[in-house]
C-alpha cells in the first residue's frame, strides 16, 4: 500500500469512528444534563470509538491476521493502552471547548481536533508498539509504506 493510500485510508477509518464517537455522545447527552452525563457520554463514545477502529485497523490498516480470543484480548488491551494518551488529548481538549464555550457546536469542535491530534499520535504508537509483526510482516511484503 502507498502511503497515500494508506493516509487516506486511516483518515476515513478515523472519520467513521469519530462520527460514531461523536453521535454516542449525542444520544448521552440526550438524557440529562450535568457532569455525570457528560462523562458518561465522553466514556461511552470513547468506548464506541474505540471499538470500531480497532477492528478497522487491525484488519485494513495493519493487515494482522492473527484471531481468536486469547490474541484479541491480548492486542485489544495493548491498543487501549496506547490509546490512554491519545484519549487525554482528546478528553483534554474537547472538555477545554466545553467548559470555556458551554455549546455542543464547540465541544464538537473541541472532540474533532482532539481526535485528529489524538489519531495521528496514536497510528506511530500502534505501528511500533500492538501491530508489531503484522507490520513488519506487511512491510517485508511491500516497503512502499515507510518506517
Known amino acids: 500500500m502507498t502511503l497515500a493510500a494508506l493516509i487516506v485510508r486511516y483518515g476515513a477509518f478515523a472519520v467513521v469512528a469519530t462520527v460514531a464517537n461523536l453521535g454516542t455522545q449525542r444520544l448521552v447527552m440526550h438524557m440529562g444534563e450535568g457532569l455525570f452525563v ?47 494518551v491519545t484519549t487525554a488529548i482528546f478528553w483534554g481538549t474537547e472538555s477545554f471547548f466545553w467548559f470555556v464555550w458551554h455549546t455542543q457546536g464547540m465541544r464538537e469542535l473541541g472532540a474533532v481536533l482532539g481526535l485528529a491530534i489524538g489519531y495521528v499520535v496514536k497510528y506511530r504508537l500502534d505501528r511500533r508498539f500492538v501491530f508489531t509483526n503484522a507490520v513488519l510482516h506487511h512491510q517485508a511484503a511491500r516497503t512502499t509504506v515507510p518506517r
Not at 38 to 66: M, N, P, Q, S
Open 38 to 84: 457528560y462523562l458518561g457520554a465522553i466514556f461511552a463514545g470513547t468506548l464506541v470509538g474505540l471499538i470500531i477502529k480497532y477492528a478497522l485497523d487491525k484488519r485494513w490498516i495493519f493487515f494482522d491476521a492473527e484471531s481468536g480470543v486469547k490474541q484479541h484480548g491480548h492486542k485489544f488491551t495493548l491498543y487501549t493502552a496506547m490509546g490512554i
